[in-house]
């Protein structure tokens, strides 16, 4: 599956879209800067509230003429299908997360389904993932979906509970974009704060490739992990609130 990253090393090899995961990598220590920039993080802090803490640090990567093709979701694949409810993207669960596109060409490969973010799926959509809980059939035509064309430079906020794809018949331009994502210190994570890998970040050598700001917030991540060690918790009902 996409979200479990590809290893850097095999960049190039086959005509795909890459997710290579940029933190725990010690190759990618000398651009992690790049996802501390305070201006982010300020905006991060207005949307989920104080004390912003990194975890993803990711970077979409292809190359032209490639056509890549992945279907409508939300990213809820960590919950089980039978576990999904509607309250689960309602205003009445609030929602611990931002992430962040930021290409460094110009974004050409993202579709959205603007708002979906705030509201369970309306009847059409339900219709559109034919039955499925986490992946709609790649050719699935979605209400409401439209493509997002991000200068290169500029970013996009969103957050996992949002309906969208990436898609493109054939890349004009390489796909370098920087995937970021955070959570609020202030409350308790949700679901897709667990993405990153914990073993490589945790590795005291590793630790000490990384810029000061870097590391403090590898290891503040690391101790809220410690903290809510449980990922199947934070679905749970009446999971959402102040961290304690």
Same mark, same amino acid.
């Given at each position: 599956? %996409?979200?479990?990253? *590809?290893?850097?090393? #095999?960049?190039?090899?086959?005509?795909? %879209?890459?997710?290579?995961?940029?933190?725990?990598?010690?190759?990618?220590?000398?651009?992690?800067?790049?996802? /501390?920039?305070?201006?982010?993080?300020?905006?991060?802090? !207005?949307?989920?509230?104080? /004390?912003?803490?990194?975890?993803?640090?990711?970077?979409? $990567?292809?190359?032209?003429?490639?056509?890549?093709?992945?279907?409508?979701?939300?990213?809820?694949?960590?919950?089980?299908? *039978?576990?999904?409810? *509607? !309250?689960?993207? &309602?205003?009445?669960? @609030?929602?611990?997360?931002?992430?962040?596109?930021?290409?460094?060409?110009?974004?050409?490969? +993202? =579709?959205?389904?603007?708002? #979906?973010?705030?509201?369970?799926?309306?009847?059409?959509? *339900?219709?559109?993932?034919?039955?499925?809980?986490?992946?709609?059939?790649?050719?699935? $035509?979605?209400?409401?979906?439209? @493509?997002?064309?991000?200068?290169?430079?500029?970013?996009? +906020?969103?957050?996992?509970?949002?309906?969208?794809?990436?898609?493109?018949?054939?890349? !004009?331009?390489?796909?370098?974009?920087? /995937?970021?994502?955070?959570?609020?210190?202030?409350?308790?994570?949700? =679901?897709?704060?667990?993405?990153?890998?914990?073993? @490589?970040? &945790?590795? @005291?050598?590793?630790?000490?490739? +990384?810029?000061?700001?870097?590391?403090?917030?590898? !290891?503040?991540?690391?101790?809220?992990? %410690?903290?809510?060690?449980?990922?199947?918790?934070?679905?749970?009902?009446? =999971?959402?609130?102040?961290?304690?």
């Amino acid at each position: 599956m %996409q979200h479990l990253g *590809d290893p850097l090393d #095999s960049f190039g090899t086959r005509a795909k %879209q890459y997710y290579i995961h940029m933190l725990g990598t010690p190759r990618a220590t000398s651009i992690l800067h790049a996802y /501390h920039i305070p201006a982010v993080l300020e905006i991060v802090e !207005e949307l989920l509230g104080p /004390h912003p803490i990194i975890n993803n640090a990711s970077i979409f $990567a292809t190359n032209p003429g490639v056509t890549y093709n992945l279907g409508w979701h939300r990213d809820v694949i960590q919950i089980p299908p *039978d576990e999904i409810r *509607d !309250e689960l993207f &309602s205003p009445a669960w @609030p929602h611990n997360s931002v992430q962040i596109n930021l290409p460094l060409y110009e974004e050409q490969s +993202l =579709w959205v389904v603007p708002g #979906s973010h705030r509201r369970p799926n309306t009847p059409a959509e *339900d219709a559109a993932f034919a039955g499925s809980k986490h992946y709609a059939p790649v050719d699935a $035509a979605m209400p409401g979906g439209i @493509p997002v064309k991000i200068p290169a430079g500029h970013a996009l +906020l969103y957050n996992n509970n949002l309906i969208h794809r990436g898609y493109n018949a054939g890349m !004009e331009t390489p796909r370098r974009t920087l /995937h970021m994502g955070y959570h609020s210190a202030a409350r308790k994570p949700t =679901w897709h704060f667990y993405l990153l890998p914990l073993a @490589p970040i &945790s590795d @005291p050598a590793y630790q000490a490739r +990384l810029q000061p700001r870097i590391r403090g917030m590898v !290891e503040e991540y690391i101790a809220l992990r %410690q903290r809510y060690p449980r990922m199947e918790d934070t679905w749970q009902p009446g =999971w959402p609130g102040p961290a304690a």
